[in-house]
């Protein structure tokens, strides 16, 4: 007989720290509660070395991280998330790459070093010097290798370089960031196009022992209906490459972009800022691509529109994304698709669009359908496409043996990175399709693992080992649940339309610590002891969020893990008393304390007002080993 009313769960060492949401959520497991909580208590170096451990780009992800983390965050369930991406700015600011001592952020790290590795020397190439490339450099590096990365273009940095707007991230910290990992002994070679200038057979023959693809997706999707061929019609990701690069780019005095994601936005926001200039030769340099790009913009054009086929509710960009563009001037028309590219002698003269009816089918999947009824036709001299990326891979088609996955990407074993060719590993967007910065980076470290692996010929093997510690004085700050999010300064719209300024600015002291104040301290845990409980129902009594039950072992649905460990407790067997005694007999056996996790707010008035000490409010901390076998 099948007791269920309650289902439950066992807690082991993954159910732990998966209650540090914010760090779970993280694909670097980065402990953003451990440098909040640092921030908060004043301790500013432990926050940065806390945020820098697990990242090689912790300084820029301070700026323009997705921030899986404040998706993740449990104060969202009370009302905002912690302003976690904001607070690591603070301390990277102090501590980072960008401060007096950049070379700090290398002691910090916590990627692996391996003085004795058999393979140490053993050349590694690298193709892209995005963050996916140049994350898995940093492991390798550190590791023994001698790593090379090969980059077409005359920058490196990829799409932080090529794609993030400059009003978001300075390129001098862009730099900053990548001449830190180089000097660990990386070769970056520049100009030098995979594919024509050398092939990946001749690298292998010229002794480079495992190859890395991670050149991104630097090519637009392609859009094709009427007029999207005639002059005037660009893609997103080729014009916030000319615009960040230095280099000639036109667009007229209304411009229309098509999409509704954080690209889009980057690049309708990038277009406001942008205005016809005369021809300018190449830049020479990444300083004077900046530059160029900068004196380049004033007070923008006329008008920018944007069209997508999400409602405003819909719209996947981020919401201050959204809020921003608007207060700078874009005009949204959501729920819109396009129709056809009006033209004139074969230029832009307008965007005819019709009415959307629904962007997502039954099944939740994207097949939009559309009203008969047309709707807006807006005037434009240029129509900007940004409804994705995809993989540029001609310099793949000599490799007959490489296998491309469905969407056109490399074909990888996604736990291991590698190829069909065994010496070859892909990672990032090339492989895994567009994703945040985050996850580009815990793919090129994923992949450092791998080829680590592959060199030596063995695998690696972590173990983790928890431990739980009793605070000397658990206290939550006063009135933290009544603090409310505030979000970093921005420059007002007038004022940044006009340059390149950086619209969002830092954190005063004072703001910062009261924003990290906010936190839940997710990694305090309440720890129950059963044999100290009278059952007295205190606790669940005073819990303000109600997240504590006190119920009969006849509540509880009973599956194999705690059946055994009740026949363990009581000695004798739940679901046997039921089928032959009645549930009234389970009653009376024992009785369980449940807890909703979702619910606690660590506040630990359950563990003050516990008059026997069963209840403590302990932290939670593991460490992990590693071995190859």
């Given at each position: 007989?099948?007791?269920?009313?309650?289902?439950?769960?066992?807690?082991?060492?993954?159910?732990?720290?998966?209650?540090?949401?914010?760090?779970?959520?993280?694909?670097?497991?980065?402990?953003?509660?451990?440098?909040?909580?640092?921030?908060?208590?004043?301790?500013?170096?432990?926050?940065?070395?806390?945020?820098?451990?697990?990242?090689?780009?912790?300084?820029?992800?301070?700026?323009?991280?997705?921030?899986?983390?404040?998706?993740?965050?449990?104060?969202?369930?009370?009302?905002?998330?912690?302003?976690?991406?904001?607070?690591?700015?603070?301390?990277?600011?102090?501590?980072?790459?960008?401060?007096?001592?950049?070379?700090?952020?290398?002691?910090?790290?916590?990627?692996?070093?391996?003085?004795?590795?058999?393979?140490?020397?053993?050349?590694?190439?690298?193709?892209?010097?995005?963050?996916?490339?140049?994350?898995?450099?940093?492991?390798?590096?550190?590791?023994?290798?001698?790593?090379?990365?090969?980059?077409?273009?005359?920058?490196?940095?990829?799409?932080?370089?090529?794609?993030?707007?400059?009003?978001?991230?300075?390129?001098?910290?862009?730099?900053?960031?990548?001449?830190?990992?180089?000097?660990?002994?990386?070769?970056?070679?520049?100009?030098?196009?995979?594919?024509?200038?050398?092939t990946i057979p001749q690298l292998h023959s010229e002794g480079y022992?495992?190859?890395?693809?991670?050149?991104?997706?630097?090519?637009?999707?392609?859009?094709?209906?009427?007029?999207?061929?005639?002059?005037?019609?660009?893609?997103g990701i080729e014009f916030l490459k000319k615009v960040n690069t230095?280099?000639?780019?036109?667009?007229?005095?209304?411009?229309?972009?098509?999409?509704?994601?954080?690209?889009?936005?980057?690049?309708?926001?990038?277009?406001?800022?942008?205005?016809?200039?005369?021809?300018?030769?190449?830049?020479?340099?990444?300083?004077?691509?900046?530059?160029?790009?900068?004196?380049?913009?004033?007070?923008?054009?006329?008008?920018?529109?944007?069209?997508?086929?999400?409602?405003?509710?819909?719209?996947?960009?981020?919401?201050?994304?959204?809020?921003?563009?608007?207060?700078?001037?874009?005009?949204?028309?959501?729920?819109?698709?396009?129709?056809?590219?009006?033209?004139?002698?074969?230029?832009?003269?307008?965007?005819?669009?019709?009415?959307?009816?629904?962007?997502?089918?039954?099944?939740?999947?994207?097949?939009?359908?559309?009203?008969?009824?047309?709707?807006?036709?807006?005037?434009?001299?240029?129509?900007?496409?940004?409804?994705?990326?995809?993989?540029?891979?001609?310099?793949?088609?000599?490799?007959?043996?490489?296998?491309?996955?469905?969407?056109?990407?490399?074909?990888?074993?996604?736990?291991?990175?590698?190829?069909?060719?065994?010496?070859?590993?892909?990672?990032?967007?090339?492989?895994?399709?567009?994703?945040?910065?985050?996850?580009?980076?815990?793919?090129?470290?994923?992949?450092?693992?791998?080829?680590?692996?592959?060199?030596?010929?063995?695998?690696?093997?972590?173990?983790?080992?928890?431990?739980?510690?009793?605070?000397?004085?658990?206290?939550?700050?006063?009135?933290?649940?009544?603090?409310?999010?505030?979000?970093?300064?921005?420059?007002?719209?007038?004022?940044?339309?006009?340059?390149?300024?950086?619209?969002?600015q830092n954190y005063e002291e004072s703001f910062a610590c009261e924003?990290?104040?906010?936190?839940?301290?997710?990694?305090?845990?309440?720890?129950?002891?059963?044999?100290?409980?009278?059952?007295?129902?205190?606790?669940?009594?005073?819990?303000?969020?109600?997240?504590?039950?006190?119920?009969?072992?006849?509540?509880?649905?009973?599956?194999?893990?705690?059946?055994?460990?009740?026949?363990?407790?009581?000695?004798?067997?739940?679901?046997?008393?039921?089928?032959?005694?009645?549930?009234?007999?389970?009653?009376?056996?024992?009785?369980?304390?449940?807890?909703?996790?979702?619910?606690?707010?660590?506040?630990?008035?359950?563990?003050?007002?516990?008059?026997?000490?069963?209840?403590?409010?302990?932290?939670?901390?593991?460490?992990?080993?590693?071995?190859?076998?």
């Amino acid at each position: 007989m099948a007791l269920h009313q309650f289902k439950v769960e066992l807690p082991d060492i993954e159910y732990w720290q998966k209650q540090i949401k914010c760090q779970w959520g993280c694909p670097v497991k980065t402990d953003a509660c451990g440098y909040v909580n640092a921030i908060a208590e004043g301790r500013y170096l432990d926050a940065y070395r806390i945020a820098r451990e697990p990242n090689p780009f912790a300084s820029i992800c301070g700026r323009v991280c997705g921030a899986l983390c404040e998706i993740e965050c449990r104060r969202s369930n009370i009302d905002d998330a912690v302003t976690i991406r904001a607070l690591k700015r603070f301390v990277t600011e102090q501590f980072g790459v960008e401060s007096d001592n950049p070379s700090v952020g290398i002691e910090f790290s916590n990627a692996r070093r391996d003085p004795e590795n058999p393979k140490a020397g053993a050349k590694v190439a690298i193709i892209g010097s995005g963050v996916a490339g140049l994350s898995a450099a940093h492991d390798l590096a550190l590791l023994g290798y001698k790593v090379t990365v090969f980059e077409a273009d005359s920058v490196p940095g990829g799409m932080l370089t090529t794609g993030v707007p400059i009003y978001r991230l300075p390129r001098e910290l862009v730099q900053l960031e990548i001449e830190a990992i180089l000097k660990l002994g990386i070769e970056l070679c520049l100009n030098t196009n995979v594919g024509t200038d050398i092939t990946i057979p001749q690298l292998h023959s010229e002794g480079y022992e495992a190859i890395l693809i991670a050149v991104g997706l630097q090519r637009g999707r392609e859009l094709k209906f009427e007029g999207s061929d005639a002059e005037g019609v660009i893609h997103g990701i080729e014009f916030l490459k000319k615009v960040n690069t230095g280099k000639d780019v036109r667009i007229g005095k209304r411009v229309v972009v098509i999409g509704g994601g954080n690209v889009a936005f980057d690049v309708a926001r990038t277009a406001v800022r942008q205005k016809e200039t005369p021809y300018r030769a190449e830049a020479k340099d990444f300083y004077e691509a900046a530059d160029s790009s900068r004196m380049a913009l004033r007070k923008g054009a006329k008008e920018v529109h944007l069209v997508c086929l999400e409602s405003r509710i819909e719209m996947p960009a981020d919401e201050i994304e959204i809020k921003e563009g608007i207060e700078e001037g874009l005009i949204l028309h959501p729920s819109r698709g396009p129709l056809k590219i009006l033209t004139e002698n074969n230029h832009v003269v307008g965007l005819a669009t019709r009415k959307v009816k629904s962007v997502f089918d039954s099944n939740g999947r994207f097949n939009p359908t559309f009203e008969d009824e047309l709707g807006e036709i807006i005037p434009a001299n240029t129509v900007i496409l940004s409804i994705g990326q995809s993989l540029n891979n001609t310099f793949l088609q000599d490799l007959h043996e490489l296998k491309l996955s469905n969407h056109g990407l490399v074909a990888i074993n996604p736990d291991t990175k590698q190829t069909s060719i065994p010496y070859i590993f892909a990672c990032g967007d090339a492989a895994e399709g567009a994703k945040l910065f985050i996850h580009a980076i815990a793919s090129g470290q994923r992949s450092a693992i791998s080829i680590d692996e592959y060199l030596r010929g063995k695998k690696l093997t972590v173990s983790q080992i928890a431990n739980f510690n009793q605070p000397s004085l658990h206290k939550m700050p006063s009135g933290y649940l009544q603090l409310e999010r505030i979000n970093p300064p921005v420059i007002e719209a007038s004022e940044r339309i006009r340059s390149t300024i950086i619209v969002e600015q830092n954190y005063e002291e004072s703001f910062a610590c009261e924003q990290a104040e906010r936190c839940l301290k997710c990694h305090i845990n309440t720890i129950f002891n059963g044999d100290l409980c009278i059952l007295c129902g205190g606790c669940v009594d005073v819990c303000p969020t109600y997240c504590l039950a006190l119920v009969s072992i006849s509540d509880i649905h009973l599956n194999q893990s705690l059946g055994t460990l009740f026949l363990r407790r009581y000695g004798v067997d739940a679901n046997l008393i039921a089928e032959t005694e009645g549930l009234d007999a389970v009653k009376n056996v024992g009785s369980a304390m449940l807890k909703d996790e979702e619910l606690c707010v660590r506040c630990g008035f359950c563990a003050e007002h516990c008059p026997t000490n069963a209840i403590t409010m302990e932290h939670l901390s593991y460490k992990k080993d590693f071995f190859y076998e």
